[in-house]
């Protein structure tokens, strides 16, 4: 992780708010590497989503992500709630952990931990199943 500098040099530079947030993701996704550099016993995944909002049983959206070796080694999902402050679901550990062990599959839920005004403890969560493809040369 080089968060530091980074964080240094996009506030020296005082640019707004949004574009200073959109060149840090863009950063984060690069430095993650490739999947088929990071690991490259992978051949796909599918990584299935569900948003609710909490409060409410309401789905928000339901996404479903494709990742090939191609992909950045990048898996935090963005929150959907609106004015939502550094919130997001991180499957990175979820899935570098399904890999350490050659699990072909996952399920499980995630909350949102982001600031967001109108709650102060957990405003949205996700339901998730990850359904993952090794490379069968690789063993
Ligand atoms: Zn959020």
Redesign the pocket.
């Known amino acids: 992780m080089r968060r530091g500098p980074l964080f240094l040099e996009v506030t020296m530079a005082n640019r707004n708010n949004y574009a200073a947030k959109l060149e840090l993701k863009k950063q984060n996704k690069s430095s993650a590497g490739l999947i088929s550099e990071r690991f490259p016993e992978v051949a796909d995944i599918a990584i299935h989503m569900t948003y609710y909002q909490n409060g409410s049983n309401n789905v928000l959206m339901v996404r479903k992500v494709n990742i090939f070796p191609s992909s950045y080694a990048y898996f935090k999902m963005d ?1 959907m ?1 609106k004015g ?1 402050e550094d ?1 997001g679901f991180d499957l990175t550990p979820v899935i570098k952990g399904m890999i350490k062990e050659r699990k072909k599959g996952k399920k499980g839920a995630l909350d ?1 931990r ?1 600031k ?1 005004e109108a709650a102060d403890d957990g ?2 969560h996700v339901e998730y199943e990850i359904v993952m493809r090794y490379n069968k040369s690789s063993r």
Do not use: I, K
């Open positions: 929150c709630t939502c919130g949102c982001g967001f405003h949205a």
